[in-house]
């Protein structure tokens, strides 16, 4: 499978010393936000907004991402990275120098050193995931999905979530 290419973290990225949570919501922490966002964006991305907002308040110690904290990262870095609305409705932030798709290769739960979860893979990449499973011809499309994460139980939620997902695919042909 074609890896999806990827730039590097900027060097101007903020480091754990200069995050400070009781700042956060201040207009003149932006800047650090924006730093910040752009760095995870060029080293993950693309990325869903919801992981993003979560990888940013886990590094400034706060232990849930609201709603407060989610408008002011998105205040933060609006502009600063190409975004996409996928069609489940979530926001999916682009690399610099990566042109946003409809679907690409899935580049696994690791990405990185980090792991991330089904839930936090950005739709293009579940939709590519699909499609290479689906060229494989499987009795269970689900199943093999469930197997590609390495989940032992198939849950409904799953199940759902790949007919919802093979629905997409099929609108996405001519």
């Known amino acids: 499978m074609e890896k999806v290419p990827t730039c590097e973290a900027r060097s101007d ?10 700042q956060f919501h201040e207009p003149a ?9 752009i760095s995870h964006v060029d080293r ?8 993003l907002a979560h990888l940013i308040a886990r590094a400034h110690g ?8 989610k408008r002011t990262l998105l205040g933060a870095i609006h502009g600063s990275r190409g975004q996409t609305r996928s069609r489940n409705g979530e926001l999916v932030f682009w690399p610099d120098g990566n042109p946003p ?15 991330r979860d089904w839930n936090e893979v950005p739709q293009p990449e579940k939709l590519g995931l ?8 499987p ?21 759902d979530e790949v007919e919802m997902l093979l629905g997409v695919l099929h609108a996405l042909k001519p």
């Open 44 to 51: 993950e991305g693309p990325i869903t907004f919801d992981r």
């Open 130 to 137: 699909l499609q290479q499973i689906l060229e494989a011809r």
């Open 62 to 69: 706060f232990q849930r991402t609201g709603k407060r904290i």
């Open 139 to 159: 009795r269970d499309t689900a199943r093999a999905v469930a197997d590609v994460l390495g989940v032992g139980r198939l849950t409904s939620q799953l199940r």
């Open 29 to 37: 922490y932006r800047r650090t936000l924006r730093r910040l966002a």
């Open 101 to 115: 798709a409809t679907v690409l290769p899935f580049r696994g739960l690791a990405i990185g050193s980090e792991i």
């Open 13 to 22: 990225s903020p480091g754990d010393a200069e995050l400070d949570p009781s």
